[in-house]
């Protein structure tokens, strides 16, 4: 008996700095903008789920399956961020994260729903950011990890700007059980199937 084909085809790619969580626009502001199929040659249909916004980078699921899209972007799955911030971070601003801040979401007020966050003792070990993050001659910065179970618009931006320290370097670095460990920035893996 023959083995099923896999009818859907599934991609892990490091979104890199400066790219759209997108294929194409037909909008004329964003014709000199960068696409994910710059990349790789993806097959048809394929969507990213969830997105990243262009001055955001890391870990990005690109699927052709509409359903896993959906599970991947509800409630029941984490996402994890790195987020090198302005100035030196205090426990109080963690505690802040971890209990809900007030953010603007659609042009409304939104506090965010609890979350997992912590201070990361070393500076992760990630690739060179394509941009410059300024040097410490203008004052230190830190990492914090953040885990959610929400994704609203620029939500951990919008987070630690709330509680006194802006986000310099955003990097996804986990969706479930898939973590980006040693992948480059623009690499592209294929997946046989998505263990979340």
């Known amino acids: 008996m023959k083995a099923l084909k896999n009818e ?9 700095f400066g790219y759209l969580s997108q294929f194409y626009s037909n909008s004329k502001q964003q014709k000199n903008k960068r696409f994910l199929g710059e ?3 993806f097959p048809e249909g394929i969507m990213p789920i969830g997105r990243l916004d262009e ?3 890391g870990l990005l699921l690109l699927t052709t399956d509409g359903k896993m899209s959906d599970f991947v972007n509800s409630r029941k799955v984490e996402k994890e961020y790195y987020a090198q911030v302005d100035g ?3 426990e109080e601003a963690i505690e802040q994260l971890i209990i809900g801040v007030e953010i603007g979401f659609e042009g409304k007020k939104y506090i965010t729903k609890p979350c997992t966050a912590f201070r990361l003792v070393e500076t992760p070990n990630l690739p060179e950011p394509i941009k410059k993050i300024r040097d410490e001659r203008h004052g230190p910065t830190s990492w914090v990890s953040i ?6 618009f620029r939500q951990v931006r ?3 700007s709330a509680v006194g320290f802006p986000t310099l370097r955003l990097v996804r670095i986990r969706v479930g059980n898939i973590q980006i460990n ?5 690499e592209v893996i294929e997946a046989y199937d998505f263990s979340i």
């Open 147 to 152: 885990t959610l179970n929400e994704g609203k």
């Open 39 to 41: 990349l790789y040659d």
């Open 55 to 57: 001055k955001s980078e």
């Open 88 to 90: 030196d971070i205090s």
């Open 182 to 186: 040693n992948m480059q920035s623009g």
């Open 158 to 160: 919008k987070m630690t």
């Open 8 to 16: 859907h085809s599934h991609f892990i790619i490091y979104k890199p």
